[in-house]
């Protein structure tokens, strides 16, 4: 016990000297490789005239404007939620916009069977794969302080990340032949820690931990987009949230706590399938959001202090809101 305890001692002695060192040797050559890489997915993009692309939660928000920004690329479309009647006016726009054929899957993604249905439903009805958009998601605006029954949130954890770990589990087969790309929309707070959406955060973590593993095991056949974005100009915003293991609308609740600019639901869905066709590991929106990952990775405490001091802008009442019916 001892022993080894002494060899672990020693090797972190030596470690942290030799990594440095092999970074300054290797900084010059890797910062040479990003940058021709970068430059080849700049010009190098996939065309997506004819493809076939399956979105969750498309019925709103991001994944409405994914769909009709993949609309105008002119593949065809495969668009599931549980709102049928949302989806059947997603469908007619994207129509509009050149889709070349659309299908409309009324399913909820935290529910095994419906995602393998919504995934073969797919294939059978346009022979192939090319894109899995996992977009479907909801979050939760709570204090650990103010929860009376924690079994309430466990829902929340399964559409954020098994909803997305079905549809990909059953995909996989199919994109493998056309060599496809998996999309995955997890979330900045993921990164950043913000107070009064822990079940979220942890939930959009748990699919980044994920993903980063897929994009091993399922390389190189199939390329993975991972998206950590900020606030989006969506229903979530517009104070969508679980409460007491339901959904509810309060319109009040986000726009009083939203300390940065929203940006536009369309911005997010251009940027995010350039990055897609580009292979990008990471897509995020707005762009400085980025910095403030660095930041948030090097000075933790300087995060910690900020929400705590802003805590009243985070830990939201709940005054009035109103249950949302799925139908
Ligand atoms: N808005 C932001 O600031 C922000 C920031 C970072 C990441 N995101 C992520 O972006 C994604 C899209 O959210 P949004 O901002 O566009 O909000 P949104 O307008 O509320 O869209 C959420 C979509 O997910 C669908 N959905 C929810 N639960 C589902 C279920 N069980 N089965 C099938 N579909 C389901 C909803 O459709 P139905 O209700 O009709 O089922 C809706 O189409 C989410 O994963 C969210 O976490 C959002």
């Given at each position: 016990?001892?022993?080894?305890?002494?060899?672990?001692?020693?090797?972190?002695?030596?470690?942290?000297?030799?990594?440095?060192?092999?970074?300054?040797?290797?900084?010059?050559?890797?910062?040479?490789?990003?940058?021709?890489?970068?430059?080849?997915?700049?010009?190098?993009?996939?065309?997506?005239?004819?493809?076939?692309?399956?979105?969750?939660?498309?019925?709103?928000?991001?994944?409405?404007?994914?769909?009709?920004?993949?609309?105008?690329?002119?593949?065809?479309?495969?668009?599931?939620?549980?709102?049928?009647?949302?989806?059947?006016?997603?469908?007619?726009?994207?129509?509009?916009?050149?889709?070349?054929?659309?299908?409309?899957?009324?399913?909820d993604v935290s529910n095994v069977q419906h995602c393998k249905r919504f995934v073969d439903q797919t294939v059978k009805h346009f022979g192939r794969l090319d894109h899995l958009v996992n977009n479907a998601g909801i979050t939760s605006l709570c204090s650990i302080n103010d929860v009376t029954?924690?079994?309430?949130?466990?829902?929340?954890?399964?559409?954020?990340?098994?909803?997305?770990?079905?549809?990909?589990?059953?995909?996989?087969?199919?994109?493998?032949?056309?060599?496809?790309?998996?999309?995955?929309?997890?979330?900045?707070?993921?990164?950043?820690?913000?107070?009064?959406?822990?079940?979220?955060?942890?939930?959009?973590?748990?699919?980044?931990?994920?993903?980063?593993?897929?994009?091993?095991?399922?390389?190189?056949?199939?390329?993975?987009?991972?998206?950590?974005?900020?606030?989006?100009?969506?229903?979530?915003?517009?104070?969508?949230?679980?409460?007491?293991?339901?959904?509810?609308?309060?319109?009040?609740?986000?726009?009083?706590?939203?300390?940065?600019?929203?940006?536009?639901?369309?911005?997010?869905?251009?940027?995010?399938?350039?990055?897609?066709?580009?292979?990008?590991?990471?897509?995020?929106?707005?762009?400085?959001?980025?910095?403030?990952?660095?930041?948030?990775?090097?000075?933790?405490?300087?995060?910690?202090?900020?929400?705590?001091?802003?805590?009243?802008?985070?830990?939201?009442?709940?005054?009035?809101?109103?249950?949302?019916?799925?139908?």
């Amino acid at each position: 016990m001892a022993s080894s305890y002494f060899v672990h001692t020693l090797i972190s002695l030596f470690i942290t000297p030799l990594v440095l060192i092999a970074l300054f040797a290797f900084f010059p050559f890797f910062c040479i490789s990003r940058i021709i890489l970068f430059l080849y997915r700049f010009v190098v993009s996939e065309n997506m005239k004819g493809k076939v692309v399956l979105i969750t939660g498309a019925s709103s928000g991001i994944g409405e404007e994914l769909a009709y920004e993949y609309a105008r690329r002119g593949c065809s479309l495969a668009i599931v939620a549980r709102r049928e009647k949302k989806l059947w006016k997603v469908a007619e726009k994207a129509k509009s916009l050149g889709c070349l054929d659309v299908i409309s899957i009324r399913a909820d993604v935290s529910n095994v069977q419906h995602c393998k249905r919504f995934v073969d439903q797919t294939v059978k009805h346009f022979g192939r794969l090319d894109h899995l958009v996992n977009n479907a998601g909801i979050t939760s605006l709570c204090s650990i302080n103010d929860v009376t029954d924690i079994t309430m949130f466990t829902s929340l954890m399964d559409i954020n990340f098994w909803g997305s770990v079905y549809p990909t589990y059953f995909a996989i087969p199919h994109l493998k032949k056309t060599r496809g790309k998996v999309f995955v929309n997890s979330s900045s707070s993921a990164i950043m820690h913000p107070p009064s959406i822990s079940f979220y955060t942890a939930s959009k973590a748990a699919l980044i931990s994920f993903y980063e593993t897929m994009r091993v095991e399922l390389a190189p056949e199939i390329s993975i987009t991972i998206a950590t974005l900020g606030y989006t100009d969506s229903e979530i915003m517009g104070g969508k949230h679980l409460k007491d293991g339901v959904m509810h609308i309060d319109s009040q609740l986000l726009s009083d706590a939203t300390v940065l600019p929203v940006i536009s639901c369309s911005d997010c869905a251009k940027s995010i399938i350039s990055a897609i066709c580009r292979k990008e590991r990471y897509i995020t929106e707005p762009k400085y959001i980025s910095v403030l990952f660095f930041v948030k990775s090097v000075c933790p405490q300087a995060f910690e202090w900020f929400y705590r001091t802003f805590e009243h802008k985070f830990c939201i009442g709940h005054a009035s809101s109103t249950k949302i019916a799925y139908k």
